[in-house]
């Protein structure tokens, strides 16, 4: 009875690893839903402290350079977005694991930036900060300056270089 208690068990585990791991590059990311939404709070509800951030930079990460804040935070796109948007695609759950990377006044900065920066309205008044027309967000998973745990999460979310085009995918 404990052997095949102990299997079952066992396939379990496995069916659900492959079903509820995110791709990603390098490390481990928490799962998110297959929507590429994943779970979490509602519009703006994410704890980044780097989702206020209004100046951008360049970084060398394990997946070379890449946009990030101030902070060092990575600047993620989402495939879902369309380049030119003027509303993020990223609403309600989305926002939990991706907070927007959000203008505190005008136009955001950029140090080595050669893309366009502007920004689009968000639902609640702000102003999320876009590179080369694409919404620009960070990840919840990323815990330290040149993280890039959302890289490839569910083969729609990807880091940025200066230009703003995505890197890999």
């Known amino acids: ?59 060398k990460t394990s997946l070379g350079e890449v946009v990030v804040t101030s902070a060092g935070m990575t600047a993620y796109m989402f495939d879902k977005d369309t380049q030119g948007t003027q509303a993020s695609a990223c609403t309600g759950a989305c926002v939990g694991l991706w907070p927007p990377i959000l203008a505190t006044g005008g ?30 967000y960070t990840y919840s998973g990323d815990a330290a300056a040149g993280d890039v745990k959302g890289q490839g999460v569910q083969g729609i979310w990807w880091v940025v270089d200066a230009t703003g085009a995505k890197i890999g995918g």
């Open 1 to 59: 009875m404990r052997r095949t208690w102990a299997i079952g068990a066992l396939a379990l585990g496995l069916l659900l690893a492959g079903c509820s791991s995110p791709a990603t590059t390098g490390s481990s990311a928490p799962p998110a839903s297959s929507d590429g939404y994943g779970g979490g709070g509602g519009y703006g509800s994410g704890t980044s402290s780097t989702a206020a951030s209004t100046s951008l930079k360049v970084a």
């Open 107 to 136: 136009t955001p900065q950029g140090d080595g930036i050669t893309g366009t920066l502007g920004t689009i309205p968000t639902p609640d008044g702000k102003k999320q900060v876009t590179l080369d027309g694409w919404p620009l």
